[in-house]
């Protein structure tokens, strides 16, 4: 078939196309490494929401999840990435808001919960004994202190840090910078560990079929740097626009699962509950991603325990505006995996006005 004869002769960053017998050749690709797994989709963890997706987060998934501040948004992200590592899959977090060093230590703490839930809660690792035990471990030690002197102070934190390492491998964390990290680091991201899994592959022959799989946490899309498009800096719902479309692009040119965060307009977060519609974006927001996941504060529980409601609001998948009520440990950054059906009477899709008569699962 016809292609231009140099990438000069098509615009920068514009693949040339493809023709059906090319295409079939990519596919048969993606055969030939003997995984099926590659083609089934990887879990969340939360069963409700894996069965409305099909299964669960599948290759070339755009996937938003939004919600006002401090819902537990970038906690639910985190309990994903571990529940996609145990799948064997590479989880790359890239985070724009919190550190290396301090998501590392909301995963152990999230991780503790599960020692907890078989052994009772003052084998939880907050921040508040990990904190004391820091405090503790360096008046003994002083420069000489290494990670098992804290751990060892905590009660059940061999045992937590234990689980930890068997995701050694299996998560990447970065510390994304509003001023550097754009959406062509984050291809960089995605092409190193593609190298990595390919390397991984070629080296150990005992997981030839493991480790072929990846999926790409963003938090949060309004922070991506954008360089000047045409000398013009990007602002506002323009810039969050252009990361958009280019996280949307990369899930489907490398094949891969890609969940980002994204924040609530500020003029929506004093109304309390907010919808996709209200995500800080123009109306790309409701059309780029396949996939939307609200979180909003529901009503406590009579034993004190926190819900906070999950909506899915779109969801090309299968059925969408399908509401469950989760409970939120804060402590230890957890929700519950079983949460409880909102019926559609109490459903707050209800208060929700359509984009247009046929919504927006287009």
């Given amino acids: 078939m016809p292609k231009p004869k140099t990438l000069a002769s098509l615009p920068l960053g514009s693949p040339p196309p493809n023709d059906l017998e090319e295409a079939s050749l990519l596919l048969a690709e993606e055969l030939q490494t003997g995984d099926p797994s590659v083609f089934e989709p990887l879990k969340t963890g939360f069963a409700d929401l894996d069965e409305a997706l099909g299964g669960g987060l599948h290759l070339e998934d755009f996937i938003i999840l939004g919600g006002p501040q401090n819902v537990g948004k970038t906690a639910l992200m985190l309990q994903w990435a571990i529940t996609c590592a145990r799948q064997d899959a590479l989880a790359i977090v890239l985070c724009y808001e919190h550190s290396v060093v301090l998501l590392i230590q909301r995963l152990l703490c999230m991780i503790s919960e599960e020692i907890a839930v078989k052994r009772g809660k003052d084998y939880r690792i907050t921040f508040v004994k990990l904190r004391q035990a ?6 003994e030690k002083g420069t000489e202190t290494k990670i098992t002197d804290v751990i060892e102070r905590l009660k059940g934190g061999r045992a937590a840090w ?3 390492t068997e995701l050694w491998r299996n998560i990447w964390l970065v510390h994304g910078s509003g001023n550097h990290t754009d959406v062509e680091a984050i291809e960089g991201y995605i092409k190193m560990a593609k190298e990595y899994l390919d390397e991984k592959v070629s080296l150990d022959d005992d997981q030839l079929v493991r480790g072929k799989r990846k999926v790409l946490f963003v938090d949060y899309t309004q922070i991506v740097h954008v360089r ?5 800096w990007l602002r506002g ?5 252009f990361v958009l479309v280019g996280l949307n692009g990369l899930s489907k040119k490398h094949r891969l699962p890609i969940v980002a965060i994204s924040a609530a307009a500020n003029e929506r977060l004093r109304t309390g509950r907010v919808h996709l519609e209200d995500m800080e974006a123009s109306s790309l927001m409701q059309y780029e991603p396949g996939t939307a996941i609200i979180l909003n504060r529901d009503n406590t529980r009579e034993d004190g325990a926190r819900q906070v409601r999950f909506s899915l609001e779109k969801n090309r998948m299968g059925p969408s505006e399908l509401e469950w009520s989760h409970v939120y440990k804060g402590e230890v950054f957890t929700f519950e995996p079983n949460g409880t059906v909102v019926s559609q009477k109490d459903s707050w899709q209800n208060e929700r006005t359509p984009l247009s008569e046929d919504g927006v699962n287009g």
């Fill in 237 to 241: 719902e323009d810039k969050t626009d």
């Fill in 162 to 164: 234990q689980l930890l």
């Fill in 228 to 232: 000047p498009q045409h000398g013009t």
């Fill in 134 to 139: 820091y405090r503790e471990a360096l008046l």
